[in-house]
């Protein structure tokens, strides 16, 4: 859609909105302003459960329901300090040997200008298949998904693996900061037929009826110019291979799912023109601005301290940021492995990313990097067991 066609769609857009947009922004902005509060007396806003509690079957209901209107949860204990510290220790020794840092680094070095970058384009070592495909994850994972309604539209069960990159973020550095947003496509929750689907209530001024947990339409296939993401997480999420916290660069949140209600609502306030989505661009992350978005950005919240080896889980439509100092004494450092539920869209993402491991390519989703192509030591179908076979999709 050129720029002409989609400014008239959104000016159009806006002529049918009938609803009073502006409280139904402020009812959102006043829960955020709640969170923050509380949050500020003390109280830990964002859900904390035991993995063992998980294995076992025994999170209460009430327990559900609170991370259901949060949107996140940290699951503590899943892997033990050990193997966390393990699976650090292999990951640094084969980005030395295969000088991962310099590599990306000498293929543009005006951004680095002798940075050491902290977001590395690695996805195929053997700590990341290790975890991935691990019994523990994927007992968290089948709970996760089954927070949703999901009849229909996906199997809570089994997993599809989607794989991402790796986060070593060394003290004192500032280069990773990343501002608040919303993963997974912009412009096309308001304008493409398919990526709106999920939304459609808050769109039609019925924001009493939104269920962010509602599956249906999110597994629809992926529109290329309104989606960055080709698959359907039910959660993003992270697993912890050294301690951090508050000011160790690391995550932020703001802990209320239905905020991106606020977000998509905010441009049919009287005060955006006519043809502005508030910053929204195509196959972009949704960027949660103090331009336009001041009053939610209040509730935005650093993650509780986390251990080696616990999990920090988000909804994809989440708004999140990345600290932007660490100012730690310590790295911060993570794997990112998300909860992907057995659909056809994760299916049909399957073949595709197959290759890619095999060959040691960058994933589908990535941009081109293919760093690890060469690497010695790369994780190969050989490392892979029984379940993360199947994950795969062989």
């Avoid at 959102?28 to 076992?56: H, K």
């Avoid at 033990?80 to 650090?88: H, I, K, L, P, S």
């Avoid at 050989?382 to 379940?387: E, K, V």
């Amino acid at each position: 859609m050129d720029p002409d066609q989609q400014a008239a769609r959104i000016a159009a857009l806006k002529q049918r909105w009938r609803g009073d947009a502006r409280a139904m922004v402020a009812t959102i902005a006043a829960d955020a302003a709640e969170l923050a509060a509380r949050a500020a007396d003390g109280e830990t806003v964002v859900p904390e459960v035991a993995f063992a509690d998980i294995a076992a079957g025994t999170v209460p209901e009430a327990f559900a329901a609170t991370v259901r209107q949060r949107g996140c949860v940290v699951v503590r204990g899943v892997f033990c300090e050990r193997q966390a510290a393990e699976w650090n220790a292999e990951l640094a020794d084969y980005l030395a040997r295969n000088d991962a840092a310099g590599m990306v680094q000498r293929r543009d070095p005006a951004r680095w200008q002798g940075r050491t970058p902290q977001m590395l384009p690695v996805y195929w070592s053997r700590p990341q298949i290790q975890a991935r495909q691990s019994d523990e994850l994927a007992t968290v994972r089948r709970w996760l998904n089954r927070l949703w309604r999901f009849a229909g539209h996906f199997h809570p069960d089994a997993d599809c693996t989607y794989a991402d990159r790796i986060r070593r973020r060394t003290p004192g550095d500032t280069s990773l900061a990343l501002r608040p947003h919303i993963d997974g496509g912009t412009a096309g929750r308001w304008l493409d037929d398919a990526a709106s689907l999920p939304y459609r209530t808050v769109l039609a001024g019925a924001l009493d009826r939104f269920d962010p947990f509602e599956a249906a339409g999110r597994t629809l296939a992926a529109a290329a110019d309104s989606n960055g993401c080709s698959v359907f997480r039910t959660f993003q999420g992270w697993t912890a291979l050294t301690a951090q916290g508050p000011g160790d660069g690391t995550l932020q949140v703001l802990p209320l799912a239905r905020a991106i209600a606020a977000v998509l609502l905010r441009p049919f306030c009287a005060d955006v023109p006519e043809t502005s989505l508030c910053g929204a661009e195509n196959a972009r992350a949704q960027w949660v601005t103090p331009e336009w978005h001041a009053d939610l950005l209040q509730g935005l919240l650093p993650i509780p301290h986390v251990e080696a080896g616990d999990s920090v889980w988000w909804h994809p439509d989440l708004i999140h940021a990345v600290e932007p100092a660490h100012t730690g004494q310590a790295e911060s450092n993570v794997m990112y492995i998300p909860a992907a539920p057995d659909c056809p869209r994760n299916r049909a993402f399957q073949a595709r990313q197959w290759q890619a491991f095999v060959e040691g390519r960058s994933p589908p989703d990535f941009p081109a990097d293919d760093l690890e192509v060469t690497f010695a030591g790369r994780a190969a179908p050989g490392d892979l067991t029984a379940l993360g076979r199947q994950q795969m999709g062989r």
